[in-house]
């Protein structure tokens, strides 16, 4: 390490120095979304451990002063494809593409019928979880870094890799279905009435 | 605005992602619109209800975990260069013992010719545009670990381009561009020790250093070593200019191991 540092090079420890210092900040954030994207701790930890080691290996190629934050919740969020992937469960372009189409012609209002103030008493605690467990991935991946981490729009598309438009469409669908779902729990909850 | 259009920027108006004219628009129709309003106060409403969700923290032995998987990868990544370079030596004992003729490969400077030429051919040779030196040292640091002299030569009409990482001898090499004029300057700074007689070219002394010059496919190169790294400046400008940017080059890297 001495040698190295002779040579006027930075040593690993400089590197995870840095890292540590643009890259922890985030670890909340990741862990929540990868607890709600996993809903297993567990596999949210294991899965936020792998997004920091492989942010660590290709850090020399994060350009500082771009969004970290970012940059990170775009690896995490490849992490969890090749993992969901490597179980057998089919997620490929062609799934979203299909989604987004649906989604452009579709309106989906889950609370419709119901006075709102009703609605959003009924929600009960985790029924926001439970929800969006219910969402195709392209959507509920949407949602949650829209509504619960507040990335932006550019980020998100970032993050996803697809232009903001469908960012957009996504979102709309994506929130609304979450609606729907949260409806459907407040009438097994029996707090709202089956609409006629 | 219409209800219509309101309705197609929901979303980014509630987000707060429309631009300021289609901001205002969509508020004045909401002002005016009780139906819209309605709409839109549900939405928040909702959207408020999600944020309201419980934020939960990492545990905290995730984050000590994480640093420790860090600390390890980042000890192994600093022991492999020196395994590799130890492997490679041990292979180059052996090509010497076997094939005595083949012992010198292209010399360093050719390669850096060719990279010069290959990169100001390109529409935008640096990975990083900018012309100020502090910006670019600071990005060859937090990009590649690198601790690279970024002198300032504006004083000479040499104005700094930007920098990208190179590849060079298998090794992270720094690569900063500037121009005088239309004229390009490139300098390098490779990785490797070692002592000016292995460079190969015509010695000069230029202010009580040695460099060694060489014109290599119509540019001069200036190059030296010094014991941590080898440097070479390769331009169409003459070996004036070059050799008073390599002594500022060596000054400045003096004056920075000293601080």
């Given amino acids: 390490m001495a040698r190295r540092r002779l040579l006027g090079w930075a040593t690993g420890e400089d590197r995870r120095g840095e890292f540590e210092e643009v890259a922890l ?60 992937r490597r179980r057998g469960h089919e997620l490929v372009a062609a799934d979203a593409a299909t989604l987004d189409a649906e989604s452009e012609s579709a309106t989906v209002d889950g609370a419709a019928g119901h006075p709102e103030d009703e609605f959003f008493q009924t929600v009960l605690h985790g029924d926001v979880d439970r929800a969006l467990k219910t969402l195709p991935l392209p959507f509920r991946e949407v949602v949650i870094l829209a509504d619960l981490e507040e990335l932006s729009y550019k980020e998100i598309a970032q993050v996803v890799d697809c232009p903001i438009g469908t960012v957009m469409s996504r979102l709309s669908r994506g929130r609304a279905l979450l609606r729907q779902a949260l409806g459907r729990f407040g009438r097994e909850h029996g707090y709202l009435k089956k609409p006629e | 605005m219409n209800c219509a259009e309101l309705e197609g920027r929901l979303h980014p ?102 990279k010069h030429i290959a990169f ?20 060859f640091r937090e990009r590649a670990g690198l601790r690279v002299t970024v002198p300032d030569y504006s004083m000479a009409g040499i104005r700094l381009i930007g920098a990208r990482i190179a590849e060079a001898r298998e090794h992270h ?3 900063v561009l500037y121009e005088k004029g239309h004229t390009p300057l490139s300098i390098f700074m490779v990785p490797i020790p070692g002592r000016e007689a292995d460079l190969p070219g015509t010695r000069v002394t230029y202010r009580g250093h040695e460099y060694v010059t060489l014109e290599r496919k119509g540019y001069r190169t200036v190059s030296w070593a010094d014991g941590q790294a080898t440097f070479g400046l390769v331009s169409m400008l003459d070996y004036d200019a070059l050799l008073e940017c390599a002594d500022k080059l060596r000054a400045g890297r003096a004056r920075e191991a000293r601080l």
């Fill in chain 2, 173 to 175: 090499a720094s690569y």
């Fill in chain 1, 25 to 84: 900040v985030h670890l909340d954030a990741l862990y929540r979304s990868a607890l709600r994207m996993t809903q297993n701790r567990a596999e949210a930890e294991d899965l936020v451990q792998e997004t920091y080691l492989r942010g660590f290996r290709s850090f020399h190629r994060f350009n500082p002063g771009t969004n970290c934050r970012a940059w990170l919740f775009t690896i995490l969020r490849n992490a969890f494809r090749s993992r969901w």
């Fill in chain 2, 13 to 114: 108006f509630l987000d707060g992602e429309l631009d300021v004219a289609e901001m205002s628009e969509a508020d004045a129709h909401v002002t005016e619109c009780p139906g819209c309003r309605g709409r839109v106060a549900r939405e928040r409403e909702f959207r408020q209800l999600l944020r309201r969700q419980p934020r939960e923290s990492a545990p905290p032995e995730l984050g000590e975990r994480i640093r420790a998987r860090i600390g390890r990868s980042a000890r192994w990544a600093a022991v492999r260069p020196w395994l590799a370079a130890s492997a490679a030596a041990a292979v180059a004992a052996a090509t010497v013992l076997l094939l005595p003729a083949l012992r010198a490969p292209t010399p360093l400077v050719s390669e850096l010719v060719d």
């Fill in chain 2, 120 to 139: 100001t051919q390109m529409e935008e040779p640096a990975e990083l545009a900018s012309g100020d030196p502090e910006a670019v040292a600071r990005w």
